[in-house]
């Protein structure tokens, strides 16, 4: 029998209370186990709780302690495979961070749940379930880390949360394609893996660099650009109108930040489409890099990890693995 290990970290997952006013992250890593008799058929487990948080406390510093013990998994032969238990709220953010920093070495499968373990119609113990069986499955470490939720199989870098409370909440960007869905009880893959790129090699220990996300709205004012420099930011994300287009008075400021060394994304507010270099003069203008298919929250992870790895990077460089998707 093979043996999966399950690394729980909260989330409404692990919610317990009424519907609208439960607790995430409350039950512990072999409850949910418990709650699904047919995980006990499939694999023998290997349970741990690495954190018991709502997925909106999970800190930067907390995907590389993740990322640190999913290696330490994958190195042990008596691993077949590694599920992850999270909170739907941040896990887009989670999910490209391990994208980024896990090896494809064996399967490691995320899962979550928009209602709590405590609800009937939990969607949890389903979840979990399909989860198990992707993880189970001979082609899964190939499409390197995954999600699955509500009967789809989604790459952690085309990973976004469209919904606010349905279940089918967590989808795959437009654009992005599905990797796969679970049917009759198996896996079944619709897409080729993910372009996987060498994974960032950061250690558990290193400082991550302050990266920030700033919200162009009608008359957004530009001082919030000085603000986030002045405070320490090494790269700003700005989550534009439209197709990412610049407000003109925060043309100054971006200048001042550029100057300054800071790095600069161009990403859209808008969920779908992306931002690409050169359909507007905004890149050449102020000096900015195109998102790519990155929402706002993913480049910020891009960006983060990017230049712990690599501070001296060229902006050229760091261009191109922004457009690559
Ligand atoms: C969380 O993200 O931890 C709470 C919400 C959820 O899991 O859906």
Known sequence: MPTLALIATGGTIAGSGPLHRYTAGVLDA????????????????????????????????????????IRALQADPTIDGIVITH????????????????APAKPVVLTAAMRPASAR???????????AITALDTDAARHGVTVVANDIIIH?????KAHTHHTDALRCIEGGGLAGRIL???????????????????PE???????????????????????????????????????????????????????AG?????????????????????DEASDCIAAGLHSPQQARVRLMLTLAAQPDISRNRLAALFSAR
């Open 30 to 69: 072999a409850s949910l186990l418990d709650a699904v008799p047919e995980l006990a058929e499939l694999a023998a487990w290997q349970v741990e709780q690495i954190f018991a948080i709502d997925s909106r406390d999970m800190q930067p510093a907390q995907w590389l302690k993740l990322a640190s013990r």
């Open 87 to 102: 909170g739907t709220d941040t896990l887009e953010e989670t999910a490209f961070a391990l994208h980024l920093l896990i």
């Open 121 to 131: 119609s939990a969607d949890g113990p389903a979840n979990l379930l399909q989860a």
């Open 156 to 160: 952690s870098d085309t990973l976004h």
């Open 184 to 202: 009759a009880g198996k896996a079944q893959w619709l897409t080729p893996p993910s372009s996987l790129q060498p994974a960032l090699q950061l």
């Open 205 to 259: 220990d290193i400082a991550l660099p302050r990266i920030d996300i700033l919200n162009a709205a009608a008359g957004t004012p530009p001082d919030l650009i000085d603000f986030c420099v002045a405070a320490g930011a090494r790269g700003l994300i700005l989550a534009l109108t439209g197709h990412g287009s610049i407000p003109a008075d925060w043309r100054p400021a971006l200048t001042r930040a550029r100057q």
């Open 262 to 282: 800071v790095h600069i994304v161009r990403a859209s507010r808008i969920a779908a489409g992306g931002v690409w270099p050169g359909c507007n003069e905004d």
